[in-house]
Antibody
């Protein structure tokens, strides 16, 4: 069965960096792009970007350009999202989600369980 | 960016009720619209894609309609496990954007 298992909660100080992992299993890793999304408690989700598992090519949300880096390791079927220069308002739950393309639709199907990143001094 | 506007932001309903949630896109997104369900402390779960198609394992009490800019999600007979927050999401173009959510509460 398809699974996306994320790394555990992180507590970081302002200005530091955090790297969240998303281990994919139960499907052919290179067949599906992965999105990253974050959600502040009580608010709607915010899209962060997407990564192509074959080329490693990425598209990032403009407001995070320069601070976010998405990578993948095909040998371990793991995706990574690194956010640098952390600010208090980066405190959120971070999710990875698989993109499924069928017919003319490329939608999210499976989600990771989430990783809480807390930024605190 | 495409703005997604949901209404209502919250509603109270009883078990067995039929409920409908509306989502409007700020520009034509064809049918590139998904609905998500999120329960407290849990990750979102994708329910519907391409405006009206149920993902595998999603019960048929959920249905979606619409195209262009106006969309609806209907739950035909609300059950206790359906009390949650629902989000619409457009994936026509990046950035992918989400509605503000509709919290469905027990009356």
């Amino acid at each position: 069965q398809v699974q996306l298992v994320q790394s555990g909660a992180e507590v970081k100080k302002p200005g530091a960096s955090v790297k969240v992992s998303c281990k994919a299993s139960g499907y052919t890793f290179t067949n599906f792009h992965v999105h990253w999304v974050r959600q502040v408690p009580g608010q709607g989700p915010e899209w962060l970007g997407i990564i192509n598992p074959i080329s490693g090519g990425t598209t990032y949300a403009q407001r995070l350009q320069g601070r976010v880096t998405m990578t993948r390791d095909t040998s371990t079927t793991t995706f990574y999202m690194e956010l640098s220069s952390l600010r208090f308002d980066d405190t959120a739950m971070y999710y990875c989600a698989r993109r499924y393309c069928g017919g003319s639709s490329c939608h999210f199907d499976f989600w990771g369980q989430g990783t809480l990143v807390s930024v605190s001094s | 960016d495409i703005q997604m506007t949901q209404s209502p932001s919250s509603l109270s309903a009883s078990v067995g009720d039929r409920v409908t949630i509306t989502c409007r896109a700020s520009q034509d997104i064809s049918n590139d619209l998904a609905w998500l369900q999120q329960k407290p402390g849990k990750a979102p779960k994708s329910l519907i894609y391409a405006a009206s198609n149920l993902l595998s394992g999603v019960p048929s009490k959920f249905s979606g309609r619409g195209s262009g800019t106006d969309f609806t999600l209907t739950i035909s007979s609300l059950q206790p496990e359906d009390f949650a927050t629902y989000y619409c999401q457009q994936y026509k173009s990046v950035p992918v954007t989400f509605g503000g959510g509709t919290q469905v509460e027990i009356k």
